[in-house]
């Protein structure tokens, strides 16, 4: 069955700091990936996506993420948090046959401390 | 370009009601998708239309319904309202209803439904 695993519930990083949220899925296809963003009262706003290519995927924000198929992972990565990238952060695999449907992970909360 | 634009954005309903949310795509998509948001779990797909098609469904049970009309504009329902049916729920659109390099899923706000 197709799933997605974020193992950190939760982090907290200071602000400057180098972040790293992660993501394992598993997918009997070739995957297409995504993360995507949520402020508190918000909508799902997408980061980035990978769907073939160059494994790594820069996105919006600063963001970028890392697909590596032999460990069935696509990382989120940004160098230098900004206070105002506290939100929850949402990994994502879609695409399978035709269809748009996403399968999401349980999310990560990122805190943000100045 | 305007967002995708659900309405309400807030709604409070008891048990045994029903109820109709409705979610209006970026001019010229054609594709939406609802998804249930809870703390218990998580994001859920419930449905997908494409041009006023049923394309997919999720598993939820058959109260829970929904259209597309001719416009790509979007109406899903909850009859018989469970307390556990409280939760956001988001629609997302995109152009197309294959995954696509050139195509993107843009969520709205969501609805956030209370049951009492």
């Known amino acids: 069955a197709q799933s997605v695993t974020q193992p950190d519930i939760h982090i907290t990083v200071s602000e400057g700091a180098s972040l790293e949220l992660r993501c394992n899925y598993s997918?009997?296809?070739?995957?297409?990936l995504f993360w995507y963003v949520q402020s508190p009262g918000q909508g799902l706003q997408l980061l980035l996506k990978?769907?073939?290519?160059?494994?790594l995927v820069q996105g919006i924000k600063g963001f970028e993420a890392e697909f590596k198929r032999s460990q069935s992972s696509f990382n989120l990565r940004k160098p230098s948090v900004h206070w105002s990238d506290a939100a929850e952060y949402f990994c994502?695999?879609?695409?399978?046959?035709?269809?748009?449907?996403?399968?999401f992970g349980t999310g990560t909360r990122l805190q943000v401390f100045p | 370009k305007a967002g995708v634009t659900q309405t309400p954005r807030y709604l409070i309903k008891t048990r045994g009601q029903q109820v109709t949310l409705s979610c209006s795509p970026i001019?010229?998509?054609?594709?939406v998708s609802w998804y249930q948001q809870t703390p218990g779990q998580g994001l859920q797909f419930l449905f997908e239309?494409?041009?006023?098609?049923?394309?997919n469904k999720g598993n939820f049970p058959g109260r829970f319904s929904g259209r597309q009309f001719s416009n790509s504009r979007s109406e899903m329902n909850v009859s018989t309202l469970e307390l556990g049916d409280s939760a956001l729920y988001l629609c997302?659109?995109?152009?197309?209803?294959?995954?696509?390099?050139?195509?993107?899923?843009?969520f709205g706000p969501g609805t956030r439904l209370t049951v009492l």
């Open positions: 990978y769907f073939s290519g160059d494994t």
């Open positions: 997918y009997g296809a070739t995957p297409y």
């Open positions: 994502a695999v879609g695409g399978y046959g035709s269809s748009d449907k996403l399968i």
């Open positions: 239309y494409f041009s006023e098609t049923q394309r």
């Open positions: 997302a659109s995109s152009l197309f209803f294959r995954a696509s390099e050139a195509d993107t899923q843009y």
């Open positions: 001019s010229g998509h054609r594709s």
